[in-house]
C-alpha cells in the first residue's frame, strides 16, 4: 500500500517543491478543466437517501490505529430474488474484536422505481434463521453460485473467519460455512467465485492480505509526528492466497498447496479472472499492496503457475513494484484479450497493462492516466461505457491511507473520485465536473460496486465510504448512446461467470467477460453491458461457455435487457 515513513516525507517535500502535490480542493486544469470554460453536465447525481439506501460504514475507529480500520468497506450488486433487477448488499466494519456491537452487513432489496428497502434479518416469530447480517469485521463480498441450485449466494470476507451464506429464497440466508469448508481465518480482501477446472460448479478464491492480529499491530506516525496506519511492509507479513475446489455436493477442498497458489505469499487486494492468455482456461490475477503482482496461469490440471514477471505485469514500467489496490479487467483496444487496470497509492501512477497475446505492456503515459490520478489513491475502479459510445470510459474511488497534506474535507482521509471518458486508441481524458458529480463529493471510498440497478441502459456505482454513509451514483450522462443487456445464464440459472461475447463491429472484434469479481473487495453485476453508439438495428454475437462451447446469438434488438440460457 505504501513505502516506508521516510521515503513518503521526502517524496512529499519533492513534490511540493515541483508544484506538483494536491495539498487542498483541486483546481489545477485538466485537458477537460479549463478555468474559463461553463460548468460541464455531470454525469452521476447521488441520490442513496432519497431511494432509501440508509448505509453508514463504521471502521470502529477509538483509540488504537488497527490497520484492518483503514481497509474495510465492501459492497456487491446481485438478484437475490431473481426478479430481473439488482439488490445491494453492503458489507460492515464494526469494532474489532467486538462481534456483539457490529450493526452488521445489510441487504436491500431493489423495489424498482428507484426504491430500495433493507430486509429483515428476522424476527423472534420465525423458527427459520437467517444470518444476512454476518458481524464478522468486514473487508469485501463476492457473489456466485456456490451449491449449484442457480441461485446467487454471498461469501464474505472478514478479518477472522470468513462466512458463506446460502440463498434459500424469499430474502433468507444460511450460514453454511462450516459445512461447506470455506471458513479461512486470516485477513481476507477480495475473492473470485471461478470454475477453474471447466466441470460446471463454480470453485472459489480467496486473497489475502497480512498475517495480523492486535497482538503484532506497530505504532507508526503521519508526516506531523502524530498517532497514523502504518504500511504493509511494517509488518513483514504477506499471506498465501487460497483456492477451494467445489466437489458439486456443497462442499469444496482446500487445493492451495495441490495447485501452486499457496506456494506464494503476497499482499492481496484485488483479484480477476480471466483468461489472459487465450487457451480458453480462466487464469487469475492478484494486485499485491507494495509487492509484485501475480498472474496465475490456468495450467488446465488443476495446477497453477505464476507468470507475472515473465508476462510483464508484476511491475510499472521502470521495474517498480506499486501499492496495487483495485483492478479492473476488458477489452479496451478491440483486440480480443483482456486488459488489466491496477490502482495504486498516492505518488504512484495507475498500472495500466494491455494485452498482446498473452505478453503485456505497460503503457499508463501514454493512454493519459499518469499524471492525473498520481496524487491519489485509488481503490474500487472499473472500465465501464458509462455513456453507451462504444468506448470504455473508467471510473475511480479515492481515499488516503495516511494523513499527508492539507485535507479536503473535515475527514483527513477524504479524496474526489476521478472519472475518465475514453477515446480512441485506448485512451482517455478526465472530465469535469470532477469525479462525475455536482457537487465534486469528498469521502474515504474503498469498495465500488458497478451495475445499472434501473435497467435504463445505463451503469451505476455503488461507492462505500468509511465512517461515512454510502453512495449511490445514478448514470445520468448526457447524450447516452443505444445499449444491449446480456444476462447469461448456466443451465442451473446462475449466473454463467467466466463465459465471454464475441461482438464483431467495424472497428474489430469486442470481447466481454462475464463477471462480477474486480475493483476492490465488491461484486458487480455480472450481466454483459454493451454500448452501441448510434447502432439501433439487430446485433449478433457469439458465447462462448466456460467450457468452451459456443452460442452464436442473432436478432438481438437494443435499448433492452436479454435473459439468455445456456442450451442444453
Known sequence: MRPSFGRLRRAWILLASLGLWACGPDTTPTPSQGTSAPPATPWFAEVAAPSGLDFVHHSGHREAWLMPEIMTGGAAWLDFDDDGDLDAYLVQGGRYGSPDASPGNRLFENLGKGRFAAVEVGSPSTAEPNDLADTGYGMGVATGDADGDGQVDLYITNVGRNTLLLNRGAGRFIDATEAAGVGHTGWGSSAVFVDYDRDGDFDLMLSNYLRWSPQTEVRCFSDRGTADYCSPQSYDAPAPDV???NLGDGTFRDVSAASGLGAVAGTGLGVVASDFDGDGWLDLFVANDGMPDHLWINLRDGRFEERAMAAGCALDRSGKAKAGMGVTVADIDSDGDSD??????????????????????????????????????????????????????LFQANGRVTQHGEPFSADPFAEPNLLYRGLPAATFEEISPRGGTLPTLYATSRGAAFGDFDNDGGIDILVVNRDAAVHLLHNRSPGRGHWLILDLRERSGASALGATVLLDTSAGSRLFNVQSAYSYQAASDPRVHIGLGTTDHATTVRVTWVDGTETELSNLTPDTVHRLQRPE
Open 340 to 393: 488489466l487496470l491496477v490502482g495504486n497509492l498516492n505518488t504512484e501512477s495507475d498500472s495500466l497493462f494491455r494485452n498482446q497475446g498473452g505478453i503485456f505492456s505497460e503503457t499508463t503515459a501514454r493512454a493519459g492516466l499518469a499524471a492525473i490520478s498520481r496524487p491519489f489513491t485509488r481503490f474500487g475502479k472499473a472500465w465501464a461505457d458509462f455513456d453507451n459510445d462504444g468506448l470504455y470510459d
Open 243 to 245: 483456492l477451494y475446489e
